[in-house]
């Protein structure tokens, strides 16, 4: 800030004046993304053994949930299922990376970053079934509601750390969103009040290459969408987002300097859905199987298996130990999803507000006289 004096007037009348609108209030060249995707696999770089095996013990679990999921909505058990898979990289290091206390803020295809960070299965895939609410307590495991409309979770998530700061809290939030969702207001609207409080908060975009059919050139013109980040004033990162050592360590990185008071950051992970948006789906119309294919190659599994095998880090046994933990897990989650939930429908009017408002207690009191009613039709046909 500067100070000019005012004419005609003694030495001590000062007025303050702001910068001339076109000097930078920030240094941009420490917050522009490396020109390419940052990667760790297939380099010289140090990775922590216990570390990685877990990344890939949860990575194996991830792909077989999301195969038992794809499969629950051909069985009609789910009404829609959006898959990850490919993009299981992001969706573990996500989880991985926060500490208890933190919270996550998922979009609705990361049910897998919500299972990694501990959710029960069934309960992730509640809400895709159309038998409940959010499907499970928010606040128990810190995970916000699988948000459906693009972006809106991200101002939550800002809200949320800024919150956290005022009281002096240690929690940091990440935001997941597709490339979709950089396209709608509330993504900008969410970085704009994250750099200006400088709260502590991640924002991770799993570029996927589709927002539905809509290509990411269709979207944006800007060299990447890490690169959005420089005009709100934080860092932007730009990572391979199928090399899981590289989202992690971007990721936890990110989140540290969020703890420290160090403000938000905006990730970009360059990744690709194999399946298609939804089971609604019919990717074909918009894409080639030869892209798909050649994604196949670049897949995070094989790319962690064959790193860690070379490495001296995985031997036949840890991956059947996997393998095996993954199939215990999607015997179970089949189990219990072909069972048939136990509906209440009184549910409805439960954690709708903090405090029922006079409408909804009207509606309540109509569904529950209604239902009263036909118990005691069926009761006087018997």
Known sequence: MTVQELPGAGAAAYRPTPPPAWRPRTDPAP???????????GTDAP???????????????????????????????????????????????????????????????????????????????????????????????????????LATQ????????????????DVVALAMVGDGGTSEGDFHEALNFAAVWQAPVVFFVQNNGFAISVPLAKQTAAPSLAHKAVGYGMPGRLVDGNDAAAVHEVLADAVARARRGGGPTLIEAVTYRIEAHTNADDATRYRVDAEVEAWRDHDPIQLLEAELTSRGFLDDSAKQAAAEAAETMAAALRERMNADAELDPMDLFAHVYAEKTAQLREQEAQLRAELAAHQDEDEGER
């Open 31 to 41: 917050l522009l993304p490396d020109p390419e995707p940052y990667r760790v696999l």
């Open 47 to 149: 990775l922590d053994r216990a570390l990685m095996l877990r990344l890939y013990a949860e990575l194996i679990r991830g792909r077989r949930y999301n195969a038992q999921a794809t499969a629950l909505t051909k069985q009609g058990r789910l009404a829609v299922y959006p898959s990850s898979t490919g993009q299981e990289a992001c969706e573990v290091a996500a989880a991985l990376v926060l500490q208890e206390q933190d919270w996550l803020f998922p979009s609705y295809r990361d049910t897998l970053a919500a299972v990694a960070r501990g959710l029960d299965p069934v309960q992730a895939l509640t809400l895709l079934r159309g038998d409940w609410h959010t499907g499970y307590d928010p606040h128990e495991h810190r995970i916000a509601p699988l948000c459906t409309p």
């Open 154 to 169: 991200l101002p939550h998530a800002v809200g949320l750390a800024h919150a956290a700061r005022l009281k002096g809290d």
